[in-house]
């Protein structure tokens, strides 16, 4: 990974942060991309104040303005982007019928435009080159029905159908595009949906009233356990896999 230029989106957040952290500390420089400048930039700091080298760009995903800006910027102050992790994302709950328009444009607007706004503006200097590898961060809840999360589930439907597609059109330009799916992971995100425990413990031992069956393996993940399966499909090791959807949930969603 030495020399390698990595862009990450969603950097402040839990997956985020443990993504940049674990690329950064094999090799790659990395560009901590944020709608919070507050946080990326303390993060950058930080990571920096241990002689890994991250720097911290504010962008919001939703504006393709933004973003094409973001790109071009990052390349002109690092370098051609060879990896990219979307990881930004927002969660709203609630019952598909009682979803405003505004829940439903809101979430969308991160997780499925973001997502394609950020891979769109990198793969096509990707292209020029004949390289690249792209990851995004869906959900598990893409593809397994529950109640509560309608808005997220199509958002991260989207996300992983673009992220395959554009994998197929792009695999002949050398670049390979996956998406890993999460279930229930230790971050601000999870705490947001009840209070502090009790989300974790809602998700390991299951939820009849919200269709979830529990998470075979017993613990909810840690944010550590998806970096590593988003640097391993970045990675060489993985030079032969595309258009993968590699689920982390520890068997919550039975296979
Ligand atoms: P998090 O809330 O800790 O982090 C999300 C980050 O995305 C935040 O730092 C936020 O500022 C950033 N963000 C939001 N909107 C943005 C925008 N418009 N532009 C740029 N950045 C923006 O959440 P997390 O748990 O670290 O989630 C990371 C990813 O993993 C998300 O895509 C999430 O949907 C997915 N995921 C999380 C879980 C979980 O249980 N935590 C499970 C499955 C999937």
């Known amino acids: 990974m030495q020399e390698t230029i990595a862009l ?14 674990l690329l950064a500390e094999r090799g790659a420089r990395v560009a901590a991309v944020d709608l919070d400048a507050d946080r990326v930039e303390a993060l950058a700091a930080a990571l920096g104040a241990k002689g890994l080298e ?13 973003v094409e800006a973001l790109v071009e910027r990052v390349e002109r102050e690092l370098g051609p982007v060879e990896y990219l992790v979307n990881a930004a994302g927002v969660l709203r709950l609630g019952e598909a019928r009682a979803l405003t328009d505004a829940d439903w444009e809101s979430t969308l607007a991160v997780n499925a435009t973001g997502v394609f706004h950020v891979s769109r503006a990198v793969v096509n200097r990707m292209v020029d080159r004949g390289r690249g590898a792209i990851v995004t961060v869906a959900s598990n809840a893409a593809g397994t029905a529950r109640a509560d999360m309608a808005a997220y589930a199509a958002s991260k439907a989207a996300a992983t159908a673009f992220t395959k597609c554009l994998g197929l059109e792009v695999a002949h330009h050398g670049i390979r ?61 993985a030079g032969h896999i595309t258009m993968h959807e590699l689920t982390v949930d520890g068997g919550a969603t039975l296979g």
């Open 177 to 237: 595009c996956n998406v890993v799916a999460p279930g229930s992971t230790d971050t601000p995100m999870l705490h947001g949906m009840h209070s502090d425990g009790a989300a974790a413990a809602a998700s390991v031992a299951g939820d009849p009233q919200h269709y979830r069956v529990g998470i075979p393996l017993r613990k909810v993940a840690v944010p550590q356990d998806i970096a590593r399966s988003v640097a391993f499909l970045l990675s060489g090791e």
């Open 54 to 66: 991250v720097t911290g760009f504010a962008a919001d995903v939703r504006s393709s303005a933004s």
């Open 8 to 21: 990450v989106t969603g950097a402040a957040g839990g997956i985020g942060e443990a993504i940049v952290r």
